[in-house]
């Protein structure tokens, strides 16, 4: 029995110190692939949940990762799709995965997230394909990892040992009309996750 014991508290310090720890929603359970949540700011008065929008006005395709801006609105429900599955899907923080509208379709293919190179800056489109880990999808791949309380979106992928992308968080820029795009930034937008 104390072996037993033993072996449960070098994986648990391992599994900690690795920053593997299961992330959690709202009502403290792990995220699990399958499942839809909104992506919601733990913040409150930094605006509403994560949502599609126009790149441009009066578009209606490409369409870009955004905030709503009334906080009251939780935005559009979203699934997370690991590099690396694990048999009871839980989404763990520092693991790559692909975060995909769960109903939501752009130019008519769903809606997964992608960072693109826009007039100089890095923003998170809605133009990327699930899975295929490597080289030719390196922008695809997403972690959520602890930040303070809770939580922040990263793009740093290791899906390609050979590439060396520039890492960045996502946080949010707001536009002269109001819009509230997700872009690489200094400033990491904190998110918690409610279960859709």
């Known amino acids: 029995m104390k072996i037993s014991f033993f072996t449960f508290i070098i994986i648990s310090i391992f599994s900690l110190s690795s920053g593997q720890s299961p992330v959690v929603d ?5 995220l699990v692939t399958g499942t839809s949540y ?13 949502t599609l929008s126009p790149t441009t006005l009066n578009q209606t395709c490409p369409l870009d990762v955004a905030q709503e801006n009334n906080e009251q609105r939780n935005g559009l429900p979203l699934n997370f799709l690991l590099a690396i599955p694990n048999r009871a899907g839980v989404i763990r923080s520092s693991a790559d995965l692909n975060i995909k509208f769960s109903s939501g379709t752009t130019c008519g293919k769903p809606a997964v997230w992608r960072v693109e190179n826009v007039n100089g800056q890095r923003v ?3 133009l990327g394909v699930v899975g295929n880990p490597g080289g030719k999808t390196i922008s695809n791949w997403f972690r959520i990892e602890k930040y ?3 939580y922040k979106i990263v793009f740093c992928p290791s899906v390609c040992k050979a590439c060396r992308p520039a890492c960045g968080d996502v946080g949010t820029t707001i536009a002269k009309n109001g819009r509230r795009s997700l872009l690489l930034s200094n400033e990491p937008l904190k ?3 409610k279960k859709a």
């Open 124 to 126: 998170v489109s809605s």
């Open 26 to 30: 709202t009502d403290r359970k792990p």
């Open 148 to 150: 303070e309380n809770d």
């Open 38 to 50: 909104y992506i919601l700011p733990a913040v409150s008065g930094r605006g509403g949940g994560v």
């Open 191 to 193: 998110v918690k996750f």
